[in-house]
């Protein structure tokens, strides 16, 4: 299994700044690409972000311009810097990896529990 923990939400003014961090941990596991999703309430989750394990991101327009998504291999550690913050950004904020697990023998998708970001006006 492979377990997600986020850290890195909180509250904000509009046109501030947060950085989001999620640290994957297991055993016997690799990592194929991770991301950010979000959920706000009445919504249904949406993608904010990806990252390959090449480097290679994707991005919701919403996010193009003002979000940038890292990744520390190393670390297995994804990064959401998210720059020029808006009250639509209010959301809870996941972090998502799928991943090979000697276990399942298999790639799966994993999830973290979630952070809360809110953006006042």
């Known amino acids: 299994q492979v377990q997600l923990v986020e850290s890195g939400g909180g509250l904000v003014q509009a046109g501030g700044s947060l950085r989001l961090s999620c640290a994957a941990s297991?055993?016997?596991?690799?990592?194929?690409?991770m991301g950010w999703y979000r959920q706000a309430p009445g919504n249904e989750r949406e993608l904010v972000a990806r990252?390959?394990?090449?480097?290679?991101?994707i991005y919701t327009d919403s996010a193009k311009g003002r979000f940038t998504i890292s990744r520390d291999n190393a670390k297995n550690t994804v990064y959401l810097q998210m720059d020029s913050l808006k009250p639509e950004d209010t959301a809870v904020y996941y972090c998502?990896?799928?991943?090979?697990?000697?276990?399942?023998?298999?790639?799966?998708?994993?999830w973290g529990q979630g952070t809360q970001v809110t953006v006042s006006s």
């Open positions: 990252i390959g394990s090449d480097g290679n991101t």
């Open positions: 297991g055993t016997a596991f690799s990592i194929n690409s």
């Open positions: 998502n990896a799928v991943a090979y697990t000697k276990s399942r023998g298999y790639v799966w998708t994993y």
